[in-house]
């Protein structure tokens, strides 16, 4: 049995069809997908440049809250004081993306709609809360004044997304999760091979074979073991280069996440070999069926919006429940980011139920399986 499970990973690994979807397209998406965000979080913004114009009864204390902003190493805006006409010129000519009017109140006068013009707004914004915060503890507590200026002058950033379990949480690592599920579910390409391989009437090699002494059961067991392994060393191909090469930090356990790759490559060999062994259909409809199957759970489980699978578990939460894609990447979150265990179990007796159910229903149709003539 085991030199059939051999000759089976050797003829498979020759196989382009076999190999390029389950193993080296992921490969390619998770490196395009690296460089199109996979360092969002790292850029910079470019200084904003801003114009003031200080009219009768300037605020001289927006005018001080500027300066500050401006005695960074890396400023986050650049202002400059300029006449009304000389600062709606700057403006006309994109040379500034906002005006400030310092009179008895403060206004702002912006060209267009994009992420400058936001971060003059909510700078407004936030000295306007300000000055109303100093103003109600004048008029309510005048003793705490100074320490509320104090308090104020000194504020630092103290928040930090984390997720329940403790972990930084890094927005883009669900398109990743999501990947990988994408991932696993390819391998029904590898299943559908195997199912045309072993039924004689979809193929001359299953002819043979058939014919030979070789139990039946044997050649339907040796096809599902050496496509399980051969698809789980795909997974696991994937899962080192996005760690090590690409360096994303999955911060959960090794094994656990071993386990959650084993179960879904399995889940996607089964699909692909119950696919292939269900109706009489010709084998580029059914790659057609397992592709759209494929594409639509990995869509649904966020593979190209991430909002998409929190739009369905909110309003449809069955459907991602039975969404092996979906499953898989609950499972890497409760890994990876919410530290739970009992959704991790929960998702892993759904994937072990998905995969036993598909290849016992495999197993039934290819057996029960008889020809009058090959």
Not at 202 to 219: D, F, G, I, Q, Y
Not at 302 to 312: D, N
Request: proline share 3%; with cysteine.
């Amino acid at each position: 049995m085991l030199h059939l499970i051999k000759y089976n990973i050797i003829v498979k690994t020759r196989c382009m069809n076999v190999i390029f979807w389950p193993l080296v397209f992921p490969l390619i998406l998770g490196t395009l997908f690296y460089f199109a965000f996979g360092n969002i979080e790292e850029a910079d913004f470019e200084t904003v440049h801003a114009a003031v114009v200080e009219e009768d009864h300037a605020d001289t204390v927006f005018l001080e809250f500027l300066e500050t902003l401006e005695d960074d190493d890396e400023p986050l805006i650049q202002v400059q004081k300029l006449s009304r006409p000389d600062a709606l010129d700057a403006l006309k000519d994109q040379k500034v993306e906002g005006i400030y009017f310092t009179g008895e109140e403060l206004t702002l006068c912006v060209g267009g709609n994009g992420i400058p013009e936001s971060i003059l707004q909510s700078l407004l914004e936030s000295y306007e809360n300000g000055k109303q915060a100093m103003e109600l503890v004048a008029e309510l507590h005048p003793e705490g004044i100074v320490a509320a200026a104090e308090q104020m002058g000194e504020y630092e950033e103290l928040v930090e997304q984390v997720s329940l379990g403790g972990r930084t949480t890094d927005g883009n690592i669900q398109f990743f999760y999501a990947l990988i599920a994408m991932a696993c579910l390819y391998g029904a390409f590898i299943g559908l091979d195997a199912a045309v391989n072993i039924q004689s009437n979809l193929s001359a090699l299953a002819a043979r074979r058939c014919v030979t002494p070789t139990h039946k059961l044997k050649l339907i067991l040796t096809e599902m073991l050496s496509c399980f392994f051969l698809h789980f060393l795909n997974v696991l191909i994937l899962l080192a280069y996005l760690q090590y090469v690409l360096k994303l930090d999955f911060q959960g356990q090794g094994a656990s996440m071993l386990l959650i790759s084993l179960l879904g490559s399995m889940i996607g060999v089964s699909m692909g070999i119950f696919v292939g062994s269900f109706g009489k259909m010709g084998e580029g409809v059914k790659v057609g069926l397992l592709l759209g199957i494929s594409m639509t759970g990995s869509f649904l489980a966020g593979l190209m919006a991430g909002e998409i699978k929190y739009l369905v578990d909110r309003q449809a939460p069955f459907v991602n429940r039975i969404n092996p894609a979906a499953v898989i990447t609950d499972a890497f979150y409760c890994v990876n980011v919410y530290d739970d265990p009992g959704r991790f179990g929960r998702s892993l007796v759904t994937l072990a139920v998905m995969c036993i159910g598909l290849t016992l229903a495999s197993f039934l149709l290819i057996r029960r399986e008889r020809y009058d003539s090959i």
